[in-house]
């Protein structure tokens, strides 16, 4: 970032929304001199931007918003001017775009540079989304209420500089402190898309500057900021005291800074003071009554204290300025503590209600010094009761009286004073810390620093706390003018001017002032080298902190009081803000701070008392009645608690790499002859389009190339059709894969319903599926049994893996009519939805890309201090991702994966085995469970070297699960049958033995045993599951909810206690209590096989105490402590989202539970007798559910590892360049791409280019995809190269759009060319994918290259800055338009001595090398090879590309054609069948429905759309790395999506139910009439619908949740078939009549 200094402009920021709903954020920063272009995708909300100079990176915004609006305001809907983006959100069916419209300059100069703005104006841009995907009625209302987000007048930022630390931060303004950001998951999208910067850093507060001084005086301006705390957000009532995360309600950090403005290039002298702000560190609350009395004040009575000494802990670390000052060196004397002052202004009279705080606070700092947990820092209480002192004694003596106590602990804390120094040459005469970054050109000089901190507190940290901190201040204010030498004084100070008053005090010069002696008299003299100026009298007399020891009214005498007028102001101003953020209205008693100011002061308290009355009431209703909304709308501001608050959508929306990059490979067949090829079925721009296919055709096979590589997730069609809507297609199959070549089905006849025009549907996609998996596992082998079993409701027992593949790049989509040969089928736009990966981050030097490159070269190793080390578990292998993947070699698996959303790399874990040592413990935090995710050794006695073979072959894994089998089975295993534990535990050695559903059925089927035995399902009676499944849904709920306050809570500590209990705490098979020590004995029973775990193992055990019989416990007896979170759950029988609210809220010792002040039970560790039964299998279904999501996320990133590794090659992970090299390189690349190009595109770039078709490599070859890989990217010796066998290959590229293509540019070998292997080259060009349209530009023969050359021949020479690499460029006489370029090479034949020089060719020689026979070594390693063979290093296509236009609709005659087929109406209509009764069953998933004798032939039903929805969260946590899902690769929804099918039956003569068909259900928004036509009419008295598939993966909206015990199944009432399902029949309407209109159906 350049410095705020030399900006180049203001920034702006224009938001576009065209007529056809598309939405552009048009950016130019004042920071860089170009202008981005941010495409809010329609159909998902995914912001997209490439970096492509012309298409989203342009020279201007006027030249941008040309481009956007093609040059027409016409085309323009709306346009919204701002200055700055404060964050966006895709949520479902919306997105949210909030911007600044008007700013305030709240400090228009900082020292340094840099402005900081308050947000006067914003506005929230909502954008409706095309997803159709369910989502529930409370997630609509929640944006609804996140727009009405007040952000007006409370919320400024700066672009250029960090303010969220104290004056002058040490580190970038990209690298904020967490604490005090308020949009930092608002900003997220921008970061995914490598644009941090265009986001601005938000917090939250007040900041205003003013400038002071009299005449003749020195003028200075001071500044206020403060900075409120998002640890502990909420509103008065739901968020007092501690919270789980260590942080206290109301939490304000505030900041004043004085500073003397100077010249240009003068250094800037300033000095800065921090205090604190907020309520008692402690967990308590209020109960507001509805009574106008005052609120019940209330303390947690058990363990009130819990988290007090980390919130200290956090105060200390942040100003903790002991070394710092010891390294200035200055007059400041290091201290060996922090001191922590508290300032506590309640009332503690006898009879207060605030006098049990005041009780409580005083003995919670003596169990923290008890405890010795802070040994260097000093916490000390004053008390100081503001309201009884201004009452006994009056204001003036009041604030004496606090100046008294304040001024020990002010001086002794002390104030950080400095000076900017414009210059960096100037540092090497600084005697302090020296503090300097990119933000700004020069460079900060620190002569001291502030140690410690001192904090003020009343009930709400609002009124009295205001008026407190403020009279700190203003003699901190005062010191603060003395230091910069702004006098203060006025003419009628007495007694304090003489320096003779001082008590031999000398005061320090002030900054630029120097001390000399006359050489004649010998008295000193003073010179001010700031204005060139001499005196005789000292520039500061005053002794320091003076005016502590004055009275007030001594005070008011000697003190220019209008700089003290405008200081007040400012706190007037920032206690209204605070007051108005935390309550809803203005502060109170704030007519003190007008105290020195007689002529405002009287008039001020002539309407306190009324204005007093008038807030007080103002605050009760709002505390009352709109709280809990505010409250809703800070969670999800910050991003708190969205698994709860949306619970369906996506963290991480889809891709639509279809558009706009996207093209049809081969066109379209139309009945009109003016169309385009069938390009506008994949633009948005043409949504309205309805596409008429050919005359009676059959099919329509659509071959689609995807901008972009991804893992295609979903298919999206807009239904198109005239007034027939019969025309749509009846069903669709869809083949994918990497090249043209080989498409993979995955899916098949999925039915596609008749819905209105303009209607979306989903498809879910899956990869794909091996028919011998599907053959022994897997819901769709009983697709068409009479009598389907009942869904899955723990979880997917026999869960299908599909293959995943993040370089799908061909999509073949094939549409069928309902009736073969009726006539022409309609389509609507055409959309493939997927999941890519940050391809443009790892090619440039993005933050995400240099994350990656320095964990992959080990430079650095980010551990999270909270992560759990998984070394000690038996199932790491599943959790920590180790596996490997099949295709590469045997070194590939110590390559670490890599978390591509986030451009981070998980490093795998040494292989250690955990130290036992018999400890008591006694207790521990309730979130210290988080600590051990996964870490309990399951197998405890297990050799670990068992473990790691187990990682092997899939048949290995078989054997040792049948091993296992047998074991916990006995010696009858034939004929014994399992529990649900047993069968659990089982499942838990399937995935630590990592074998699929599939493979596990395999291995039980060779032996003779029926998966289905073994099934937990089956071995639970129903109502029991029912209550089970509830249960283990409000864990994850409560294990997200503490998760999600444990990593909050971690912001400023970064430390965390080991604890040997983890949250599950799952024994293996045959682990056993050893008895000793522990009491409880109740894993003491031996499994029906040999133990796997030897007495001796456990001898060593810890021991712990049970927090509930207080009996001493051993770790295979302790419950998991997720069974503290059930314990609380179950006794206060709360639903299964309660508990799930805000970070602590008016909740006091318990962040589970939103009601109970009660905390202490869920603390220590729990004993599995003192569990329900339930619990501990909830605990264990809980598990199981982690391990799947595991195992999910571990084939999505073994698919990531395959992706990079088919475009890098192994080479690449040894030698991508250090960071600073790869920006380095990342720059000289750019600058020898231009001259290889001359100028213009490089047109077959990975990955918006690739090929069309496979080619064959050797062995130890760089990847196929390198040859279109940027240039920077890879080794400079690694290259391509096909077999010695194969003499002639050829390369289809298809270009990443239509372009004008000039030539194409080889870049030769790192080996260079020989005779032997000088190949002849052949480019064809063309827009289809058939070679016989194809047109040839050139041939040209290397062999006489390499004959009149020698550059290119021998080994290349290691090449400097911005020298071109050997290559030689085909230049084609005229430019071709194309999309798709062939390349041809073949080997010359023995004895062929022909050369054919062509003049378009241009060569550039690098190297002197003399025509030679040379070894090639494969580029990546491995034996030296002589025989000849085809190789090339880069493949460039030069050109330019063509502006992208959507082509009109049909015109003319094809126009009117269109329009009369579409509009002709169909023969037959619809009409619905009457129903004699009807019957709902099993859950209301089965309706029956009897029809009359006479009813007319069946011809389908319609079906309703479902308001269900698919839950994100269904299990804990398994790390703190992974909050909701919000850092993982892929949804696991998308891993094995869930698929709804409806079986129809009907009674036949025989009086058997016989199935009629089975439709797979797309998803549509709720509602949405769906027509489904029987494959032929039927005539019955009976029809039954059953609904199948994935029903368990389903929800209602929370707050519809219907938790009556009576009910045996959990289904989703959404799922219901009641009043959703009509049958119908065909008919003439005019046959009918008027009956026509009164059965539509």
Not at 60 to 76: G, I
Not at 735 to 763: F, H, M, W
Not at 807 to 830: K, N, S
Request: overall charge negative.
């Amino acid at each position: 970032m350049e410095s705020s200094a030399g900006c180049l402009r203001d920034t702006s920021v224009v938001v576009v929304t065209l007529e056809s709903n598309e939405v552009y954020i048009i950016v130019s920063l004042s920071t860089k001199a170009d202008t981005q272009v941010i495409y809010i995708d329609p159909t998902t909300g995914a912001l997209r931007y490439s970096a492509k100079q012309g298409y989203d990176v342009f020279k201007s915004q006027k030249e941008a918003l040309d481009y956007v609006t093609n040059h027409s305001k016409w085309l323009c809907k709306s346009t919204t001017y701002a200055s700055a983006i404060l964050g966006y959100a895709a949520l479902g069916s919306y997105a949210v775009l909030l911007v600044a419209t008007r700013l305030t300059a709240g400090i228009p100069n900082l020292p340094g540079g840099g402005c900081v703005y308050s947000v006067t104006e914003s506005q929230w841009i909502r954008v409706s989304l095309q997803n159709p995907q369910p989502q529930s009625k409370t997630e609509i209302k929640n944006v609804q209420e996140l727009t009405e987000f007040d952000v007006d007048g409370k919320h400024y930022f700066c672009e250029t500089r960090d303010i969220t630390r104290p004056f002058p931060s040490r580190m970038p303004v990209q690298n904020p402190d967490d604490e005090f950001v308020w949009n930092k998951w608002f900003s997220v999208p921008f970061k995914n898309i490598g644009l941090p910067q265009h986001c601005v850093i938000l917090l939250q507060g007040f900041v205003e500057s003013k400038i002071f001084g009299s005449l003749g005086q020195q003028e200075g301006v001071v500044a206020l900021t403060a900075r409120r705390s998002r640890l502990h957000p909420g509103t008065r009532y739901l968020a007092r005291g501690l919270n789980s995360c260590y942080s206290t309600g109301n939490e304000v950090e505030c900041e004043q800074l004085v500073w003397v403005p100077k010249r240009a290039g003068q250094s800037v002298p300033f000095s800065t003071y921090i205090w604190r702000r907020g309520t008692i560190p402690m967990w308590w609350g209020a109960e507001l009554k509805l009574t106008a009395a005052e609120a019940e004040i209330y303390v947690s009575d058990r363990d009130p204290y819990k988290g007090s000494a980390q919130y200290y802990q956090r105060l200390s670390q942040r100003y903790d300025a002991r070394n710092l000052d010891a390294a200035v060196g200055g007059n400041q004397k290091k201290s060996a503590l922090v001191p922590v002052v508290c300032v506590n202004l309640l009332r503690n009279g006898e009879g207060k209600s605030e006098c049990i705080l005041v009780q409580h606070f005083e003995e919670s700092l003596n169990y923290i010094r008890s405890t010795g947990k802070l040994p260097y820092t000093r916490i000390h209480l004053i008390n100081y009761d503001w309201h009884a002192s201004v009452k006994l004694k009056g204001e003036q003596q009041t604030i004496e009286g606090l100046w008294y106590l304040l001024k020990a602990p002010t001086v002794s804390i002390g104030i950080a004073e400095g000076d900017y120094l414009p210059t960096r040459e100037r540092i090497k005469n600084c005697k302090g810390e020296i503090i300097l970054n990119d933000d700004y050109d020069g460079a900060f000089c620190l002569r001291s620093h502030q140690n410690g901190v001192i904090r003020f507190n009343c009930a709400d940290s609002l009124d009295r706390t205001n008026a407190a901190s403020f009279f700190g201040a203003l003699q901190v204010f005062m010191e603060q003018c003395r230091r910069l030498g702004i006098s203060l004084d006025s003419n009628m100070a007495y007694g304090y001017q003489s320096p003779g008053n001082n008590a031999g005090y000398v005061a320090p010069l002030p900054p630029g002032w120097e001390k000399r002696s006359d050489a004649v008299t010998g008295k000193a003299y003073y010179i001010d080298h700031n204005t060139r100026t001499t005196t005789w009298s000292h520039p500061c007399p005053d002794k320091p902190w003076k005016r502590f020891d004055m009275t007030f009214e001594e005070f008011r005498r000697s003190t220019i009081l209008s700089p003290v007028s405008q200081l007040a102001d400012l706190f007037l101003a920032a206690g209204d803000i605070h007051a108005t953020l935390y309550t809803g209205s203005k502060a109170m008693h704030s007519q003190i701070l007008s105290i020195f100011n007689e002529e405002a002061g009287g008039k001020f308290k002539q309407f306190s008392a009324a204005q007093n009355m008038k807030i007080t009431l103002q605050r009760r209703y709002k505390n009352a009645v709109v709280d809990s909304s505010r409250q809703k709308q800070l969670q999800i501001f910050l991003g708190l608690r969205l698994f709860k608050h949306f619970p369906s959508a996506m963290i991480h929306p889809l891709h639509v790499p279809s558009r706009p990059f996207g093209c049809f490979l081969k066109p379209v067949p139309s009945m009109f002859t003016s169309s385009d090829g069938g390009a506008s079925l994949l633009s948005f721009k043409r949504k309205d389009l309805i596409w008429v296919s050919a005359h009676a055709a059959d099919v329509v096979e659509l071959f689609i190339y995807l901008g972009e590589p991804c893992h295609v997730s979903q298919l999206l069609l807009t239904v198109a059709h005239g007034a027939d809507d019969t025309t749509f297609p009846s069903t669709v199959d869809v083949r994918t894969g990497r090249y043209l070549d080989g498409l993979k089905l995955v899916l098949e006849g999925a039915s596609v319903p008749q819905c209105a025009n303009g209607t979306n549907i989903v498809i879910p996609l899956t990869g794909p599926t091996s028919p011998e998996d599907m053959a022994v596992t897997g819901a769709g082998a009983r697709l068409h049994a009479q009598q389907p079993s009942n869904p899955f409701m723990l979880y997917d027992f026999e869960e299908l893996e599909g293959e995943l593949d993040f370089l799908t790049r061909f999509v073949a989509v094939t549409f069928y009519p309902a009736v073969p040969g009726r006539g022409p089928m309609t389509l609507g736009e055409v959309e493939i939805l997927g999941v890519s990966l940050p391809w443009r981050s790892l090619f440039s030097h993005g933050d995400g890309a240099a994350r990656f490159i320095e964990h992959v070269n080990g430079q650095t190793k980010e551990i999270n201090p909270f992560l759990s080390e998984t070394n000690s578990n038996t199932l790491a292998a599943v959790v920590t991702n180790d596996r490997k993947p099949p295709s590469l070699q045997s070194e590939s698996s110590a390559i670490p994966l890599i978390d591509l959303l986030t451009g981070e790399v998980i490093l795998p874990d040494s292989n250690s085995q955990p130290v036992a040592e018999s400890v008591v413990h006694e207790g521990s935090d309730l979130l210290d469970f988080l600590d051990d995710v996964v870490t309990q050794p399951v197998s405890g006695g297990m050799n670990q070297s068992k473990i790691v073979s187990s990682q092997g072959p899939s048949d290995n894994g078989s054997q040792q699960y049948i091993r296992l089998f047998k074991l916990l089975a006995g010696s009858d295993w034939q004929d014994r049958s399992l529990d649900f534990m047993e069968s659990m535990k089982l499942e838990i050695e399937r995935f630590r033995l990592n074998l699929s559903a599939a493979e596990r059925d395999r291995a039980l089927l060779s032996i003779g045993i029926d998966p289905a035995s073994i099934n937990p399902h089956m071995l639970l009676e129903d109502s029991y599951m029912g209550q089970l499944y509830k249960v283990a849904s409000s864990l994850a709920l409560l294990g997200q909810a503490s998760i999600e306050d444990k990593i909050t809570a971690s912001i400023g500590l970064g430390t965390s206690d080991k604890k040997s209990v983890d949250f599950w705490n799952i024994t293996a098979i045959g682990e056993r209590c050893s008895g000793g020590a522990c009491q409880v004995l109740a894993e003491t029973g031996q499994a029906a096989g040999a133990s796997l775990t030897s007495s001796s193992s456990m001898t060593s055990e810890s021991i712990f105490v049970c927090t509930e019989c207080r009996r001493k416990v051993c770790r295979v007896c302790s419950a998991g402590k997720g069974a503290h979170l059930l314990a609380s759950y179950n006794s206060k029988e709360n639903s299964a989202y309660n508990g799930v609210t805000s970070q602590g809220g008016s909740v006091h010792g318990n962040s589970a539970d939103a009601s109970s002040n009660h905390s202490a039970t869920l603390d220590g560790v729990m004993c599995k007798s003192c569990c329900n039964e339930v619990v501990l299998d909830a605990l264990i279904l809980d598990y199981v559910r982690v391990l799947i999501s595991q195992r999910r996320r571990t084939r999505a990133g073994d698919a990531a590892e395959k992706a990079l590794f088919h475009v890098f090659g192994l080479s690449s992970r040894n030698l991508i360049p250090e960071r600073d090299e790869f920006l380095k390189s990342q720059g000289t690349a750019t600058k020898v791409l231009e001259k290889l190009t001359d100028g213009e595109e490089s047109l077959a770039e990975f990955p918006f280019a690739s090929f069309l078709h496979p080619v064959e490599t050797a062995a130890g070859s760089a990847p196929l995809l390198s040859l279109v890989a940027p240039l920077n990217s890879g080794s400079q010796e690694s290259y391509w190269r096909a077999p010695p066998s194969i003499s002639s290959v050829e390369f289809v590229i298809v270009l990443s759009d239509i372009s004008d293509v000039s030539g194409v540019v080889l870049l030769v070998s790192p080996c260079g060319y020989s005779m032997s292997d000088a190949p002849t080259i052949q480019i064809w060009a063309s827009n289809k994918v058939d070679k016989e349209e194809r047109t040839c530009t050139g041939k040209w023969d290397m062999q006489s290259l390499v004959t009149s050359s020698s550059e290119l021949c021998g080994r290349e020479k290691s090449l400097q800055d911005g020298k071109l690499p050997r290559h030689v460029k085909f230049a084609f006489r005229n430019p071709v338009r194309c999309r798709i370029i062939w390349v041809t090479m073949r080997l010359p034949r023995l004895g062929s001595n022909s050369v054919n020089i062509e003049r378009d060719f241009n060569l550039f020689s690098m190297d002197e090398n003399p025509f030679a026979q040379i070894d090639r070594r494969a580029s990546i390693g491995g034996e030296i090879n002589s025989d000849p063979c085809i190789h090339v290093k880069r493949i460039l296509v030069v050109g330019k590309s063509v502006g992208r236009e959507i082509v009109s609709s049909s015109q003319g005659s094809d126009q009117v054609n269109a329009k009369n087929w579409l509009e002709r109406a169909p023969p037959l209509n619809r009409f619905k069948i009457p129903i004699e009764v009807e019957r709902l069953i099993d859950n209301d998933l089965v309706l029956e429905q009897f029809l009359p004798p006479a009813s007319p032939m069946l011809a389908g039903f319609r079906l309703d759309g479902f308001s269900a929805i698919k839950h994100r969260v269904n299990h804990s946590p398994a790390s703190d790395v992974d909050i909701d899902g919000s850092n993982s690769l892929l949804d696991e929804r998308l891993t094995n999506p869930a698929v709804l099918y409806i079986q129809v039956s009907a009674l036949q003569e025989s009086h058997n139910m016989v199935t009629v068909a089975e439709y797979r259900l797309p998803e549509v928004k709720a509602n949405t009439p769906m027509y489904f036509d029987f494959p032929r009419q039927i005539s019955t008295r009976r029809v039954t619908f059953r609904l199948l598939g994935d029903i368990a993966a389903f929800s209602d909206d929370p707050s519809e949740q219907d938790d009556s015990e009576f009910k045996a199944y959990p289904w989703a009432a959404g799922l219901s078939l009641a009043n959703r399902v009509k049958l119908y029949y065909y008919a003439d309407p005019y046959e009918l009549g008027k009956w026509a209109s009164l059965s539509a159906v």
